[in-house]
């Protein structure tokens, strides 16, 4: 699916079960009007990667793609295969929060994808995030048993209650600045270049680079007979610095880096990952 280009709010986060899952979920529809989760898990040891889109009640649309084969499902089939996955856990996933005009132009750039989707409620997906709700619902309505009070404590409550403010004044914090991610990349090795990518954006911070955009090609080259397949990748950065390392040290620096994480995917993907061009801008 075309989705935004956005900094994760988590990365690797390991859900034993679907239960972990559900909470998952629920925790991440509290800050947003909609998300996107990636998925990677297993179905009798084939692994899957799935792709969700919800807004803040129901599944919009879904996608899995069988990582080895590398065949797509979407829509009804994708659906129940992303219920297996999650039955049979655990699963690794990444969480993309949305603004509603996000999650709107998803459902555009996608519709195929959400015309077939059946549109399931959350908590018919994951049965856990009712029961969380309903008892997020009796917490904040404050369902509970009140004993009754004279005739003078009432009084002094009423009128204690008008003058306090209704709720407390909330400040909005800053928002952190986001990652673009581009990835022109083959859909099956999207996870794996995804991870490669942020694990660049990380270290470029941990020496004082705010990475503003991350943009990766790959193409998939095969050599001469008997001599197997390749991945010929491209990275442009941009962003700002605050490192007191010149120019030329952080571009060495992160260029040594980036190096030595395409050999540890080389080893991951048994083929081999040759970076033929990265650029830094800052």
Known sequence: MKLPSVAPLEENYLCRDKEDFAN???????????????????????????????????ILAVEVQDVKGGSTLIGKPALELLKDILEVGPVIVDVFLMNDIDVKMSVMENIDVYKSTPKMSLDEMCPTIGSIMKTTEIKSTGQVEQKSLPVEEKTWKASSSEVKPEGKLKIREKPKPRTEFDLNVPSNLEPYLRAFSNKIVRYAKSIGVEVSKIKIDTKEVRYALGAGSGLHTTIEIEGSSNSLLSAERIKQNIENF?????????????????????????
């Open 24 to 58: 998952l979920v629920w925790r991440t529809i509290k800050e947003s009007r909609g998300a996107f989760f990636k998925v990677l898990g297993k179905v009798d040891d084939e692994p899957y990667y799935a792709t969700l889109l919800i807004d803040d009640q129901k």
């Open 258 to 282: 980036i190096y030595q994480e395409a050999g540890e995917l080389s080893k991951e993907l048994g083929k081999r990952v040759v970076v033929s061009h990265f650029s830094l801008k800052i």
